[in-house]
C-alpha cells in the first residue's frame, strides 16, 4: 500500500497510516492499495462493508456506482491487448471528500500513467483525480478498438490471399472476445453517464461537464465495438467464401485433369487388350506413334482448356 498527499499535482509520500485520520487543509490523500490492505482502510475511513466485500470476491465486478454516506464505490475496468487476448482488470475506486483509494489486484497501466496528468493539471482534489484516471481508461478502450480494426483488415488480407485454417480460430477466438467485451462496456458507459448527470455531492458541478466529454467518447466505444462485431461476421462469410472458392478451383483441376486423361486411357484400354490380330500390331514404331498420338491429345486439351479459362 502506498500513501500520497497529493498537493496541486505534487505527491508527498505518508510513512503513518494515522496521519490519514485528520483531513488535510489543502489537497487530499490517495492511497493505492491492494485488496489485502483494505481491513486497515476500512477502519480509518468506515469504509462500507457492502463495496469491502465487493472488491475482496473472486467474482468477476460488472461495473457500477454505490453512493453511500461519506463515500462513494465505483467499480470499472481496465483493458488490455496483446493481439491475442483481451484482458479486463477491475479497478475499485472509493471516493470521500478528502481521499481517492484505487484497489487492484494486479498492475494497471493507467494508475501509472496518470502521475505525470496529475502534476501537469496540478490536481488538487479527489474528484479530479477521479477524472482524469477514468478519462485514461476510456482512452485505452479507444486504443484497443483500433488495434482490434488493424487485426481485423490485416486478417482479411491474409483469408484473401492465402486461405488457412487456422484464420478460422482466430475469428472464433477474437469474435468471442467482442461479444464478452460488450457485456462489460454498457454497463461502464452507464457508470460514467451517472458522473455526468446525477447530482453527486461529492463531485464539483463545474466538473461534471467534463464527466460528459467522457460520457461521450463510453458511447463511441460501444458504437465502435458493434461495428467490430459486424465486421467479424463479415470476416467469417469472407473466410467461408474463400474456402468454398479454393475447394471449386480444386474441383475444376482435377475434372480437367481427368478429362484430359479420359482419352489417353480409352487408348491405352484398346492397345492393351490381349488379342493377337489388332489393327497397328504389325506397323513398325507402332508404339511411338500412339504414345505421339496420346501426347498430341493430352496437350491439345490442355491447350483448349488454358484457352476456354477452365484451367
Known amino acids: 500500500m502506498k500513501t500520497r498527499w497529493v498537493q496541486d499535482g505534487v505527491f508527498t509520500l ?27 482502510l476500512q477502519t480509518l475511513f468506515h469504509l462500507h462493508d457492502l463495496a469491502v466485500e465487493d472488491c475482496w470476491s473472486d467474482e468477476e465486478q460488472r461495473p457500477k456506482i454505490e453512493i453511500y454516506d461519506s463515500h462513494y464505490f465505483i467499480v470499472i475496468n481496465s483493458i488490455r491487448f496483446d493481439d491475442e487476448e483481451i484482458f479486463l482488470r477491475a479497478l475499485n475506486i472509493f ?30 482534489s479527489p474528484d479530479r483525480f477521479l477524472y482524469h484516471l477514468i478519462d485514461l481508461v476510456v482512452d485505452n478502450y479507444v486504443a484497443v478498438g483500433s488495434r482490434i480494426e488493424d487485426k481485423i483488415e490485416k486478417l482479411e488480407e491474409d483469408i484473401l490471399m492465402k486461405t488457412k485454417k487456422t484464420h478460422l480460430n482466430e475469428i472464433i477466438g477474437l469474435r468471442g472476445e467482442i461479444l464478452w467485451l460488450k457485456k462489460v462496456l454498457v454497463p461502464q458507459r452507464e457508470v460514467i453517464a451517472t458522473l455526468n448527470k446525477k447530482d453527486l455531492r461529492l463531485i464539483n458541478p463545474q466538473l461534471q461537464k467534463y464527466f460528459g466529454d467522457i460520457y461521450e467518447n463510453a458511447v463511441k466505444i460501444v458504437d465502435t465495438f458493434d461495428t467490430l462485431r459486424d465486421l ?42 490381349n488379342f493377337e490380330n489388332m489393327i497397328g500390331l504389325d506397323i513398325s514404331h507402332g508404339d511411338e506413334y500412339v504414345l505421339g498420338f496420346m501426347m498430341f491429345i493430352g496437350i491439345g486439351m490442355y491447350v483448349l482448356f488454358r484457352k476456354k479459362e477452365w484451367l
Do not use: C
Open 232 to 273: 467479424m461476421g463479415n470476416l467469417r462469410e469472407a473466410y467461408q467464401s474463400s474456402v468454398s472458392n479454393r475447394a471449386n478451383e480444386i474441383m475444376r483441376v482435377f475434372t480437367a485433369l481427368t478429362t484430359i486423361f479420359m482419352p489417353l486411357t480409352f487408348i491405352t484400354g484398346v492397345f492393351g487388350m
Open 14 to 40: 505518508i510513512e503513518d497510516v494515522n496521519l490519514l485520520l485528520t483531513p488535510p487543509e489543502n489537497g487530499f490523500f490517495w492511497i493505492d492499495a491492494g485488496v489485502e490492505d483494505l481491513e486497515i
Open 95 to 124: 471516493l470521500g471528500k478528502h481521499f481517492i483509494i484505487t484497489v487492484t489486484r494486479q498492475k494497471i497501466n493507467e494508475i501509472r500513467a496518470l502521475k505525470p496528468f496529475l502534476w501537469e493539471e496540478e490536481v488538487n
